[in-house]
């Protein structure tokens, strides 16, 4: 058995610290992950209930504005704050009187075409808004299709109400079928579509 003559140090084994160190940095990388995530989550589903949220087109309404399959994104601050303009194109809560046949959806993408206290009426393919033909400068399909209403007999836009067009004209199921819109179904505007990618662009 080996001796150890007086004066000689021996260097006991130590625990390194580093391990337990990087324990502890651990925990803190993935407690500061998962505030990060949650902070994300809450701030993305604030963003989504109160101010943007994107919408698929399923239908041919809104064509050639639209296509079906393209993905756009709504302003709900805008619509909820700030003034709606004809010719805006605001997404909705489908109306509970609207059957023009297919499977029922909840939400519905036309145009600004009546606002509140207009009298709208069409003589062939022009409408008439207040008296005056509405110059359509946006993309659209005729012939219109279904009439809007006479001009002895003009659809009058109730208060806080609008009339709601699709540019497709002769294949869309809008105000023409189920009246007008309160303001409190609108849930933004549409500002921009972000599908496909060689169609991104303002609306």
């Known amino acids: 058995m080996s001796e150890i003559s007086p004066g000689t140090t021996v260097d006991e084994p130590v625990e390194p610290?580093?391990?337990h160190h990087k324990a502890k940095s651990l925990r803190h990388h993935v407690t500061e992950w998962g505030i990060i995530i949650i902070v994300a989550l809450v701030v993305s589903l604030?963003?989504?209930?109160?101010?943007?949220?994107?919408?698929?087109?399923?239908?041919?309404?809104?064509?050639?504005?639209?296509?079906?399959?393209?993905?756009?994104?709504?302003?709900?601050l805008s619509a909820r704050f700030g003034t709606i303009h004809r010719?805006?194109?605001?997404?909705?809560?489908?109306p509970p009187t609207e059957n023009c046949g297919g499977p029922p959806v909840a939400d519905l993408v036309k145009r600004v075409i009546g606002l509140p206290g207009d009298h709208l009426y069409s003589v062939g393919n022009t409408i008439y808004v207040n008296g005056t033909k509405l110059n359509e400068a946006w993309p659209h399909i005729e012939p219109l299709g279904t009439?809007?209403?006479?001009?002895?007999?003009?659809?009058?836009?109730?208060?806080?109400?609008?009339?709601?067009?699709g540019d497709n004209h002769p294949d869309s199921c809008d105000s023409r079928f189920w009246g007008t819109i309160p303001r409190s179904d609108i849930i933004g505007k549409a500002f921009v579509r972000i599908w496909p990618l060689?169609?991104?662009?303002?609306?």
């Open 17 to 19: 610290a580093l391990p």
């Open 46 to 76: 604030g963003l989504r209930t109160y101010a943007f949220q994107t919408f698929y087109i399923p239908s041919v309404s809104m064509q050639p504005t639209l296509q079906v399959g393209d993905r756009i994104i709504v302003d709900k």
């Open 87 to 94: 010719g805006d194109i605001l997404v909705f809560k489908s």
């Open 147 to 165: 009439p809007i209403a006479t001009a002895n007999n003009p659809i009058v836009v109730a208060p806080n109400h609008y009339f709601m067009m």
């Open 198 to 203: 060689n169609r991104l662009g303002s609306l």
